[in-house]
């Protein structure tokens, strides 16, 4: 079975700060992971996914995550928030298959 | 290309009516997912077909739930009668393969359903 668990519910940052927005993970098997962002009224968009390959993981929108398999983390960054990126974020776990496990998000504000 | 389509966007109806949500998914696209997602959690799976078949419905409430894939394109989800807890998005989504490893799912916009 695959799980995994956001950090913060909520994370506020200033625009031009770090954006850090954390995920463990608990599988079983070895994982795909992966995170999307949600804005407002709108439907679940895949920023990157790990699938085994690469550990350092580049995606959308500036974007990227590093999978540490000694931590069982895949935490989010992106140097610069900009007002555009807050959203939602949902991390993500499949064993391979095509069942996404999702964890609870985590609301991102971003202030000026 | 035409992304995932769901109709209607938004439903409030009473405890004990009936509700349906179309799910009109990329051309293509083999297998399609419905998932629920109540306010402050992630989406959860309900039930995955593969063209007109059933994969996965485990978390499916059967007794109230049901979901058909018309012709291995579009997909219905029903609720009868519906409960105050059936309150959430109802999202759909649709990925190309057919494989079992893992193949990149689309979502749609969404359903909001509101049952008073």
């Known amino acids: 079975a695959q799980s995994v668990t956001q950090l913060g519910s909520h994370v506020s940052v200033s625009e031009g700060a770090l954006v850090l927005l954390r995920c463990n993970y608990s599988s079983s098997v070895p994982p795909y992971l992966f995170w999307y962002v949600q804005y407002p009224n709108q439907g679940l968009q895949l920023l990157l996914k790990?699938?085994?390959?690469?550990?350092l993981v580049k995606g959308i929108n500036g974007f990227e995550a590093e999978f540490k398999k000694s931590e069982t983390s895949f935490h989010l960054t992106k140097p610069s928030a900009h007002m555009s990126d807050a959203a939602e974020y949902f991390c993500a776990v499949t064993g391979g298959g095509n069942k996404l496990t999702f964890g609870t998000g985590t609301q991102l504000k971003v202030e000026l | 290309e035409a992304g995932v389509a769901q109709s209607p966007r938004y439903k409030i109806i009473e405890k004990r009516q009936s509700v349906a949500f179309w799910c009109n998914p990329i051309?293509?696209?083999?297998?399609l997912y419905w998932y629920q997602q109540i306010l402050g959690q992630g989406p959860k799976l309900l039930i995955q077909f593969q063209n007109n078949g059933v994969v996965d419905d485990s978390q499916l409430p059967k007794d109230r739930f049901s979901a058909e894939r018309l012709k291995g394109v579009d997909s219905t989800l029903k609720i009868q009668p519906a409960k105050l807890e059936d309150s959430a998005v109802y999202l759909c989504a649709s990925s190309p393969g057919t494989s079992h490893l893992y193949n990149e799912q689309f979502f749609g916009p969404g359903t909001r359903l509101t049952v008073l």
């Open positions: 051309s293509g696209h083999a297998t």
């Open positions: 790990y699938t085994s390959a690469a550990t």
